[in-house]
């Protein structure tokens, strides 16, 4: 890896997120994409015949193009990548990596090769450059809300996909190692305390791990970002208090570095590595706080390899007012899940009630600070199985818990005239060992008869 062009890109975003005004972010935008645009359609064989004919005068005349979505992108993936990469072949690589747990090294020595799947069982699969995948760190660093008041920078990464092949970092103010999050927590905090790590980036599902350790970290973290999963507030608020520092969230999807936090704390989307377009569920375009946007549209404005334009994602966001940090980034208020989290109970008027997964995580976590983990799944739409991993540290016996959980979860659901049949276990969760990101959530979708 290149510290100084990581230095270089850590300056140029910051320029870009505290100096930019608006309509210098959309000028910006539209250049960007506008030069996507023309290089997809002269490498791409799918964009050249998709948007023949078409062409891109303002943000307006994007809007208009033809979107694609997951299903699409597989579908088209040998015409869609801009590298001659073959999904067969990669697809091969990707499940090989997966069974074997190795999730070192680049497919031809020159791409991270991501792997998400969706509910039906259906696989993404993402192409990175091995050049853009050595610089996100400092993207990371730049968009993570950190300043140079915080130096020195002594980051220990917890990575769930450890393909990058990431170098640690040893310069003089910062310094910067990795670990697979499958390291075990003892592990964890030894190499914590050892280096005397100030700032830990990981997945808030391996936080939630480390809550019973918090007391052995012999020096106090002094920030931790959280990245890969949503952070419900009460969860952020609860690892504040526990580790006793500031917790920031990166909002990043195999599909781009959608959002991160400012010095403020508050997240907002890059609108320089991303375009966002969000719809109601009239398909009106969302550009303010108050309606959930409940289609989103993705382009990622960095990675020409496999083009994502237009991409269609199940995020569903609400937008907040702007940020005291100045910054003319568009603020998310926040994450709601996303749509195949979303739960779909019968009411007693016999209506589909939609439950989103913050409220659910809501009343779950903050029933008891023992709930270390939970899993919720549907199994019919009026039939919840929950399962929770119980901390015994406190007084609580954790049946004891189960049973104030349930009386909670009834109480909530009623309020929305849900009767529904609760079936609580205690278990232990483990988070998965694969690539696969964990899932709290397993809905049915809003059909009735969607019983698969
Ligand atoms: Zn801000």
């Given at each position: ?7 270089r890109?850590y ?17 910006y ?5 506008q ?8 490498h ?17 005349d ?8 997951k299903?699409?992108m ?7 990548n ?8 990669v ?6 990596k997966e ?12 791409y ?17 450059p091995?050049?853009?995948?050595e610089?996100?760190?400092?993207v990371?660093?730049?968009r993570?809300?950190l300043s140079?008041?915080d ?5 220990l ?23 697979s ?7 964890i905090i030894?190499?914590?305390n ?10 808030p ?24 999963e949503?952070?419900e507030?009460?969860?952020k ?7 006793g520092?500031r ?8 599909e781009?570095?959608?959002?991160s ?5 508050n997240?907002?989307i ?5 375009f ?23 382009t ?11 991409y ?8 907040g007012e702007?940020?005291p ?8 208020d ?6 195949d989290d ?22 779950i ?7 270390r983990?939970?899993r ?8 919840l ?22 009386t ?6 009623s309020?929305?005239g ?5 079936d ?17 959530f ?11």
């Open positions: 890896m290149n510290l100084l062009q990581g230095i890109d300056r140029l975003l910051n320029r870009h997120l505290y100096r930019f005004s608006d309509e210098q972010i959309r000028a935008q539209l250049s960007e994409l030069k996507l645009v023309a290089f997809s359609m002269t791409s064989r799918f964009y050249g015949d998709l948007y023949e004919g078409l062409s891109v005068g303002s943000l307006e994007f809007r208009q193009l033809p979107s694609i979505n299903q699409i597989m579908d088209h993936f040998d015409d869609i801009t590298c001659g990469l073959k999904l067969g072949a697809r091969d690589y990707a499940v090989q069974l074997h747990g190795d999730y070192l090294g680049y497919y031809q020595d020159q991270v090769i991501g792997l998400s799947s969706g509910t039906s069982g259906n696989k993404g699969i993402f192409v990175t091995k050049s853009m995948t610089r996100l760190p400092f990371f660093l730049a993570s809300g140079s008041k130096l020195p920078f002594r980051i990464f917890l990575l769930r996909v450890f393909s990058q092949g990431f170098e640690d970092i040893n310069a003089p103010l910062i310094r910067l190692n990795y670990l999050t499958m390291t075990p927590v003892d592990e030894r190499q914590i050892d280096d005397h790590i100030n700032i830990l980036m990981a997945p599902s391996l936080v939630r791990q480390l809550l019973p350790w918090a007391g052995t970290i012999t020096r106090p973290l002094r920030m931790i970002v959280s990245y890969a949503v952070l507030k009460e969860e608020e609860r690892f504040q208090r526990t580790f520092t917790v920031v969230e990166i909002y990043q999807a195999s781009g570095q959608i959002g936090a400012c010095r403020c704390g997240l907002h890059n609108e320089d590595l991303v966002i377009e969000l719809y109601d569920k009239n398909g009106q375009l969302v550009d303010r706080p108050g309606p959930v946007g409940t289609k989103m549209f993705l990622n404005l960095i990675n020409t390899a496999q083009p994502l334009i237009r269609e994602m199940n995020d569903l966001i609400q937008l702007s940020c940090c100045g910054s003319s980034f568009t603020v998310i926040k994450v709601l899940g996303r749509n979303v739960l779909y109970l019968t009411n007693k008027n016999r209506i589909l009630q939609p439950v989103y997964p913050d409220l659910m995580s809501r009343w976590v903050t029933t008891s600070d023992s709930i983990e939970f919720v799944s549907q199994i019919s739409h009026s039939r199985e929950i399962t929770i991993d119980v901390l015994d540290s406190t007084g609580e016996t954790r049946a004891a818990v189960a049973e104030r959980l349930r909670r979860l009834t109480d909530e659901l309020s929305y849900i009767d529904a049949d609760l609580i276990r205690i278990e232990t969760i483990r988070l998965p060992e694969t690539m696969a990101k964990y899932k709290r397993m809905g049915l979708g809003p059909e009735l008869n969607n019983g698969s």
